[in-house]
């Protein structure tokens, strides 16, 4: 527990110091999508942007000044051009000049002087416009107001202002929206780790975020799952250790009797008895190993539609040449067709009837019916019952409560831990309640919509 809270006390801080390194990564990002975004904004023609360009704003803005000029030189004839300009040169704060009409200009700034007889260089930002046909007007620079010809300190100092407010506004949101998507990563990689250490029982926290809430569950069903298997197995292990162990301390005592005896009459006894012993050897390995092959191996059920009141007239009627004497043995069965594996289905009666023979003390019943698109059956009996804390163990392997039965009363235990594998096979269950006739009640449900 204390390791788990220092887990979720570790992420944050690591997720905020590797959160810091994409906030830097970003901001240089950023400052190049801002300069790039700017230089194709100013590409675009007015017509999209509807932003006007420089040249067109400052040709807009000092027509009045030109003409003003203009008017003032040809008001004082007795003045030269030369002259005019020098007298209003206090009035403005850029340059007045006059320069040769010959002057070579761009052809932006010849194309608006022809049509606006004023024009503005982007290059220079100067001001020409037309005064006679020798001479022109020039003033200036002016003031830019694009960014693009601010100084490069400037335009730097625009770019990492706009890119920190934008990736601090994104990194707000990031944090925000993806710190639980973190979280519920690492405590999933941590529950990982886990199990590949061996802790079976660690299961991840329940996800708040619904892409990892389904992962989530799938991890810790599959954590449950391997535990149960792994515990299966170390008790399979082991009740099969001690299944072996009885009849190899037999064969033990018997050869030590052989090796004590006199005569060689005395000997036939424990020769058969050693037999006896290595057929059972025999039995329990091959029902071992069919058991574990049945296990490894996913059960494909062979569904075919039979008639059920047919069938199961057929299975019981060769079960109750088996049942005890007095002893009653009752069955029904809905007389419909219904999709089964008879093959896998006859082994489910045959070990619940059976276990109930042996168990009852005078009477079982057998029913089979579908609900809901599902085949249950159901066998009760009148015996002792099981406690619901030891219903469980009944489907374990080599498992048996009554440690007092011996091989020719109790078997390997291996009947019903049979009859769970093929419940799960159909996509299906078995469990064990309490039945009306005072004994146990177990139910098999077998889902007849089969996984692919």
């Known amino acids: 527990m204390f390791k788990s809270l220092q887990n979720k006390e570790s992420i944050y801080p690591f997720f905020f110091k590797r959160s810091l390194v994409y906030l830097i ?78 002057t070579q200009l761009s052809d932006t700034v010849k194309e608006s002087l022809q049509h606006h007889g004023i024009g503005f260089d982007d290059d220079d930002n100067y001001i020409y416009a037309t005064l006679d046909e020798h001479q022109l007007l020039k003033f200036g620079p002016m003031a830019s107001t694009d960014i693009l010809d601010a100084n490069v300190m400037s335009f730097w100092l625009y770019l990492i202002l706009w890119s920190i407010l934008s990736s601090v506004v994104f990194f707000i949101i990031f944090y925000f929206a993806f710190a639980h998507y973190w979280r519920d990563t690492v405590n999933i990689r941590h529950t990982a780790e886990a199990l590949t250490e061996g802790n079976l029982k660690a299961r991840v926290r329940p996800a708040q975020t619904w892409l990892f809430k389904p992962l989530s569950i799938v991890l810790n ?32 005592f018997e050869l030590s009797m052989m090796e004590d005896a006199q005569h060689i009459e005395e000997v036939v006894p424990y020769v058969d008895g050693i037999k006896q012993d ?47 004497e007095n002893f009653t043995f009752t069955y ?49 009996d009148d015996g ?27 078997g390997y235990g ?14 299906g269950s078995v469990f064990i309640t309490t039945s009306e006739l005072g004994g146990a009640k177990f139910v098999v449900i077998l889902n007849h919509e089969l996984e692919e």
């Open 278 to 324: 290595v057929e059972e050897l025999e039995d329990l390995i091959n029902i071992s190993l069919n058991f574990f092959k049945l296990q490894q191996n996913k059960i494909i059920p062979n569904v075919i539609n039979v008639n059920l009141s047919t069938w199961i007239s057929k299975l019981c009627d060769s079960l109750i040449m088996l049942k005890p």
């Open 332 to 380: 029904q069965c809905e007389a419909i067709e219904y999709p089964i594996d008879t093959r896998l289905t006859d082994i489910i009666v045959k070990n619940l009837v059976m276990n109930a023979f042996k168990y009852a003390n005078s009477k079982a019943e057998l029913a089979i019916y579908h609900k809901d698109n599902k085949l249950y059956i159901e066998v009760d």
């Open 25 to 102: 990564i970003l901001l240089f990002i950023q400052s190049f999508i801002a300069y790039g975004s700017i230089l194709l904004f100013d590409m675009l023609p007015e017509s999209l942007t509807g932003v006007p360009k420089e040249h067109v704003i400052q040709r807009q803005f000092q027509t009045g000044s030109a003409n003003l000029i203009r008017l003032q030189i040809k008001e004082h004839p007795e003045r030269s051009a030369q002259q005019t300009l020098k007298q209003l040169q206090p009035l403005f704060n850029y340059q007045l000049m006059l320069i040769p009409s010959t």
């Open 384 to 410: 002792a019952g099981i406690s619901p804390t030891e219903r469980h163990k009944v489907f374990i392997p080599f498992s048996r409560l009554d440690t007092s039965r011996t091989r020719s009363t109790g």
């Open 414 to 427: 291996l009947g019903l831990a049979y009859v769970k594998l093929i419940a799960e096979a159909h996509n």
């Open 221 to 252: 069903r599959m954590a449950a799952q391997i535990e149960q298997l792994v515990n299966t197995n170390k008790t399979m292990s082991h009740a099969m250790a001690h299944e072996l162990r009885t009849p190899l301390s037999r064969i033990r």
